[in-house]
């Protein structure tokens, strides 16, 4: 099985606060954002909304990438989602949909 890390972009809602990661398991992280459970930055300013995310097969480039994306002006950061989802919709609902049992997983392997 192939390893998929992820880069992802939460935001509280179009232009508002962001947050960047990096995950194994992007469905389950982001619903551990989502839960507020977590005490921290993104609870604390309801920085829940799946933005952007982009998977890496090796965790040191996901990482570098990770670091890299936080170093960005806010600005560009915006850019980059509003290159691939303009209308800033949250897309952990479709991402969640394709990881059930029986459906085609991220990588199209089920």
Not at 9 to 36: F, Q, W
């Amino acid at each position: 099985m192939t390893n998929c890390f992820y880069v992802y972009l939460l935001a509280s809602g179009p232009c508002g606060y962001l947050y960047v990661g990096v995950t194994n398991d992007i469905v389950r992280r982001v619903a551990e954002h989502k839960s507020g459970l977590i005490p921290g930055y993104t609870a604390e300013r309801g920085i829940d909304r799946l933005v952007w995310y982009e998977t890496h097969q090796y965790i040191d480039q996901a990482i570098l990438r990770e670091k890299r994306i936080k170093r960005w002006l806010r600005d560009w950061k915006f850019a980059l989602v509003e290159k691939d989802n303009p209308q800033w919709l949250d897309l952990y609902g479709a991402l969640q949909a394709r990881a059930e049992p029986g459906s085609a997983g991220p990588t199209g392997l089920g």
